[in-house]
């Protein structure tokens, strides 16, 4: 048995566990925030047998694209004396997903 931890953006989130879930997958959201953009994101914990490894990994990757996205970065301003900073824009890459997989030895349901 596998447990896959899939971090996804908030905006693929609810198309993916829709998907999962039409699948026969089980699957558990957590809402998370993102540490570079300090942004919503959420966790996914799929638990699932291993010869459906590779089914719900095709199926986040195929729903969880990843696109650009224009975000704002504090930079110091030119006079680095007066300790002011001023936001512009930057473009970064959003979306995706990444997916952690254990091991489980075992699994208990009540």
Known sequence: MKLMIAIV???DAGRLIG???DQNFGVTKLATTGGFLKSGNTTLLIGLNEERYDECLSLIEKVCKSRKQVATSPVSM????????????????????????LSVDQFVKF
Do not use: H, K, R
């Open 9 to 11: 953006q908030d905006e």
């Open 19 to 21: 998907e999962l879930m």
């Open 78 to 101: 030119s006079s680095a004396s007066s300790g002011m900073y001023s936001p512009y824009p930057i473009e970064v890459t959003v979306g995706g997903a990444t997916v952690f997989v």
